[in-house]
């Protein structure tokens, strides 16, 4: 499976921003979907990653409440709508897509390019 990220830009703290990432190839609809993200000089930071049906979501404590990550088995695309922002979100979020539930970048057999997010005081 091929993913596209896009959707990123600039917002003001305490704004909001929604991410997509479409993915081409088959059966996107059996890969957990997952959201990444790195700021520069840090280490890739799971977000939230999503059940192939929909229906089951985990996040990271430091996005719980003010992210939510959703799909569209139809339009092929997975989704991180971001409220409340802080410059501290500020970095590049990725897509990915695995086999299984992961919380860890090794977990992800396929990635999208990113997308920068900047979220300025």
């Known amino acids: 499976v091929q993913l596209q990220a896009s959707g990123g830009g600039s917002v003001q703290a305490g704004g909001s921003l929604r991410v997509s990432c479409a993915a081409s190839?088959?059966?996107?609809?059996?890969?957990?979907m997952g959201w990444f993200r790195q700021a520069p000089g840090k280490e890739s930071e799971f977000l939230a990653h999503?059940?192939?049906?929909?229906?089951?979501?985990v996040y990271a404590d430091s996005v719980k409440g003010r992210f939510t990550i959703s799909r569209d088995n139809v339009r092929n695309t997975v989704y991180l709508q971001m409220n409340r922002l802080k410059p501290e979100d500020t970095a590049v979020y990725s897509c990915?897509?695995?086999?299984?539930?992961?919380?860890?970048?090794?977990?992800?057999?396929?990635w999208g390019q990113g997308t920068q997010v900047t979220v300025s005081s």
């Open positions: 999503i059940s192939g049906s929909g229906r089951s979501t």
């Open positions: 190839g088959r059966a996107f609809s059996t890969y957990v």
């Open positions: 990915a897509a695995a086999y299984g539930f992961a919380v860890v970048a090794g977990g992800y057999k396929y």
